[in-house]
């Protein structure tokens, strides 16, 4: 059964950069979209991009466009989310997911399942 965790995230100032992994085990993650997604407290979870299975196809969301992007390592099972020019408004727990699917939008219902997350959080 695939398991995911992500790592990567913590205390950052605003501007700055991070990237956060998302490590599969269990599974090849190569039959799979990768979804990251982020939680703040009192808000719903937020589709924030995704990657499709081979690499070649990615979206993000207009929250993050210009600012993120997401890539992956078959070979090595891996994920990552690179976050740059990072705001107060990016706080958040960001999970990672799997979908076998890649549909046109960056919909939480395709997902599952979900890793523990790791938080990100930008600050002075």
């Known amino acids: 059964q695939l398991q995911l965790v992500e790592s990567g995230g913590g205390l950052v100032q605003p501007g700055g950069s991070l990237r956060l992994s998302c490590t599969a085990s269990?599974?090849?993650?190569?039959?799979?979209?990768v979804g990251w997604f982020r939680q703040a407290p009192g808000k719903e979870r937020e589709g924030v991009s995704m990657?499709?299975?081979?690499?070649?196809?990615?979206r993000v969301a207009d929250s993050v466009a210009g600012r993120f992007t997401t890539a992956r390592d078959n070979a090595n099972n891996i994920a990552y989310l690179q976050m740059n020019n990072l705001k107060p408004e990016d706080t958040a727990k960001y999970f990672c997911?799997?979908?076998?699917?890649?549909?046109?939008?960056?919909?939480?219902?395709?997902?599952?399942?979900w890793g523990q997350g790791t938080q990100v959080t930008v600050s002075w």
């Open positions: 269990g599974d090849t993650l190569n039959h799979y979209t």
């Open positions: 997911a799997t979908s076998l699917r890649y549909s046109p939008y960056i919909y939480e219902g395709d997902f599952g399942p």
């Open positions: 990657i499709s299975s081979s690499g070649d196809n990615t």
